[in-house]
Structure formats: structure tokens, C-alpha cells
């Protein structure tokens, strides 16, 4: 399982390694492309390596996501594991535009034109470029796929179908102080996610028999809780737009509103629907760290594990923290009861080796991505017993 591949912002070396590897196929959870121009999110070293994005402008136009795809799909080691490999692929909001929802996205403007032909434009240069199967709605590209008794993999969109517009969280911020209250009854208010129709076809499709069932999607579901330890970091040592934030540190607050803690009443709808699943196992990506954690419903009972794939190379915490980065991973573990392990360190991906009564997880990292030249390192490696949490 692989997410987050941007071109601009290195190479794609974890394409490489997983190309050498005896696999079954592969999965992207979405961000395969990235919309940004040269100039924008991850583009600083693009000139430096001959990695400028084509076109160089923000993309708008059908034209602008075929030449896009185009230039991902003409990288070598892209080559290399789409050559050896079959690929189960999903979108992501990069696919259209940075934070979409299912009428906008944060990186687009009412000057930008109307979001709605934009977004048009992505998904028929997605299935243009992408070797995926079209529904006769092409907006539903949900879908199922099945090993005998053993796996039921449903790919699920989080993102462009029916998510509801997202709470914006930089509204409750005062100076020195964050309406909490205020937040935290406005974030239980319904708002869709999957949506009504997605949840109907997700029940349809989650049957008993199967001894593991498998969800593809696009954001970490588990709730995450910024770490305590940024209380004691030095305000100056942190990149601007976290300041504020640190205010919230060591607190039970979602900081995400993107992700599943932005949509609770939806979770809980989802945790409903599969309880019984033999055994759970929802795979997320778009965060760019590695993340492993036990998925508990509000009543606290335990309903599955979530597996959260690394970056390919868009930046993670390390390009954000830094030296700090060891020190926060190990307080995200230690303000999150349920988080088990995280690495905001290393690029790489995710493989699943599924046996009848476990999952072995191993995830795979590269030594970097800002050079040609670089090592595979050691694997970290997790046993998923059937339908237990992980001590």
C-alpha cells in the first residue's frame, strides 16, 4: 500500500523497492499526482533535481491533469512497479485539488473558475491514465474485490462523492485562546463523509464469511490528539501556522478536521456497519507518517485496526520538526491510548502478508528522497492477530 507520491518533492524510490518484491498487487490510497504548479507545496528542490511539475501551472484544465499524468507515468521507477505489477487504485483530494469536498477544496478560489467542471476535468484524466476499471457513474469509484473466504478488500472515497464541506478549525482560535466548547458541539453536528449511499453499498458488501475484511481508503479514521510534548518546545523552533496549536497540545481535541475526527457521527455510523466483520483492518494514507493503531467505537469496543501508510515523498513531520520529530512520535504514542506505534520520519510503504488467523505488516522505508542515491532500511514489522487489538 502506497500514498502520497509527489513528484516534484523527490523521487520515487519506494516504487523501485516494491518493484523487486513477490507480490500479489498493489494498492495507491490516492494522492497518486499532485495539482500544485512549480512554485507550490513540495516544489522547492524540483529545479535541483529536474523534477519541475509539467505543466508548471496549478492544474485547472483537462489538458493540465492529462499533461500531469503524463509526466508521473513517464517517471522510471513508476515504470518499473506498474510494469510488474497490478495496481487497485483510488483517488485522493490531490487528484483534484488540495482539501476538496464534494462542491470545493481549500486550494481553490472563486476566481479559479467553477469548481465543479475542475473537478470534471481531474476524473477524466484519471481514467484516462490510471489502469482502473470505469463504473457506469464514474463518480462512484467504490468497489470491491475478494480471495475466497480469506479477503475482502472494499475500496472506499472519503473524499469527492459526498463529503460534506469541513469544519474549519482556524475559526475558534482567539489570541489566547481557543473556543473549545464552541468547537467541540459544532464538530458532533452531522455531516457526511461516505454519505448515505456509500454506507448502503459498504453494508451490502461487508459479509461475515470473509476471515478478513480489508477497507482501502484515503484518511486515518483512529482519533489523534496533538502531543503533549509540544508544550515545552520552544514557540520560535516551530514553523508559524503551528503556533497556535500548540495551545491544544496534550488535550483530547481533534486538530484534523480533514481527516475521520472531522466527521465523528459518520465514523460511528461506519464502526455500525462493519462490527460484524470477522475481523477489521482500514487502511489510510494522505498524512504522509506511518501510523498503527487499535479502532474502538464509543462504546470502547474494539472494532478493528488501522493501518497508516507513509509518504512516498511528500513531506512528513521530519520536514516540519526536524531533530524534534523522535521526541514528538513518541508523545503522540503517550497522548493517544489507542495509538500503538507512528513514524513521522521515514518514506516508504506498506506491505501485507494476510494468513488465515493474522496479518504480518511490514513497513518499508527508504533512507531518502532527496537524492538518486539511497538505501532501503531496516523493515518495521507488526502481527495483526484475527479480530484482537494490538498490545
Known amino acids: 500500500m502506497f500514498s502520497c507520491s509527489n513528484y516534484p518533492a523527490g523521487f520515487f524510490h519506494a516504487y523501485e523497492e516494491c518493484s523487486k518484491e513477490d507480490i500479489d498487487f498493489w494498492i495507491h490510497l490516492g494522492d497518486y499526482i499532485y495539482e500544485y504548479g512549480q512554485g507550490g507545496y513540495g516544489t522547492e528542490t524540483a529545479e535541483r533535481f529536474n523534477r519541475v511539475p509539467e505543466p508548471e501551472n496549478e492544474l485547472f484544465s483537462l489538458s493540465d491533469y492529462r499533461k500531469r499524468h503524463a509526466q508521473y507515468k513517464s517517471d522510471k521507477q513508476s515504470k518499473m512497479l506498474h510494469s510488474m505489477h497490478p495496481l487497485v487504485a483510488v483517488w485522493d483530494d490531490h487528484e483534484v485539488s488540495n482539501d476538496a469536498w464534494k462542491y470545493g477544496a481549500e486550494n481553490h478560489s472563486l476566481d479559479e473558475g467553477n469548481f465543479v467542471f475542475r473537478k470534471a476535468n481531474a476524473m477524466k484524466a484519471y481514467f484516462e491514465w490510471m489502469p482502473i476499471r470505469e463504473n457506469k457513474n464514474k463518480k462512484q469509484i467504490w468497489r470491491n474485490f475478494t480471495v475466497g473466504n480469506l479477503i475482502n478488500l472494499l475500496m472506499l472515497d472519503t473524499r469527492h462523492y459526498n463529503r460534506d464541506k469541513q469544519l474549519d478549525i482556524e475559526k475558534y482560535f482567539e489570541i489566547d485562546n481557543f473556543k473549545e466548547k464552541n468547537y467541540m458541539n459544532d464538530l458532533k453536528k452531522p455531516r457526511n463523509l461516505l454519505g448515505k449511499t456509500q454506507l448502503k453499498w459498504v453494508k451490502s458488501k461487508t459479509e461475515n464469511k470473509y476471515k478478513w475484511s480489508i477497507f482501502g481508503q484515503q484518511i486515518l479514521i483512529g482519533p489523534k490528539f496533538l502531543p503533549a510534548v509540544l508544550k515545552f518546545v520552544e514557540l520560535e523552533t516551530l514553523p508559524s501556522y503551528v503556533h497556535k496549536y500548540v495551545m491544544l497540545a496534550g488535550k483530547k481535541i481533534p486538530y484534523n478536521t480533514d481527516q475521520w475526527d472531522g466527521y465523528p457521527k459518520e465514523r460511528e455510523k461506519f464502526f455500525e456497519i462493519i462490527k460484524n466483520s470477522q475481523s477489521n483492518l482500514i487502511l ?7 501510523w498503527i493503531s487499535n479502532l474502538r467505537d464509543n462504546n470502547d469496543r474494539f472494532v ?10 511528500s513531506p512528513n513531520f521530519v520536514d516540519t520538526f526536524g531533530e524534534m520529530t523522535t521526541e514528538i512520535d513518541k508523545s503522540f504514542v ?7 506505534w507512528t513514524n513521522g520520519i521515514n518514506k516508504g510503504y506498506v506491505e501485507l502478508e494476510v494468513s488465515f488467523n493474522f496479518v504480518d505488516v511490514h513497513f518499508h522505508y527508504v533512507s531518502t528522497v532527496k537524492s538518486q542515491k539511497y538505501e532501503k532500511l531496516q523493515t518495521k514489522s507488526f502481527r495483526v492477530n484475527h479480530a484482537q487489538p494490538l498490545a
Do not use: C, F, K
Not at 478493528?304 to 515523498?313: D, F, R, T
Not at 503517550?334 to 500503538?340: A, F, K, R, Y
Open 284 to 290: 489510510a494514507g494522505d498524512s504522509h507518517n506511518s
Open 304 to 313: 478493528g485496526v488501522e493501518i497508516g501508510a507513509p509518504s512516498i515523498s
Open 334 to 340: 503517550e497522548s493517544n491510548e489507542d495509538l500503538v
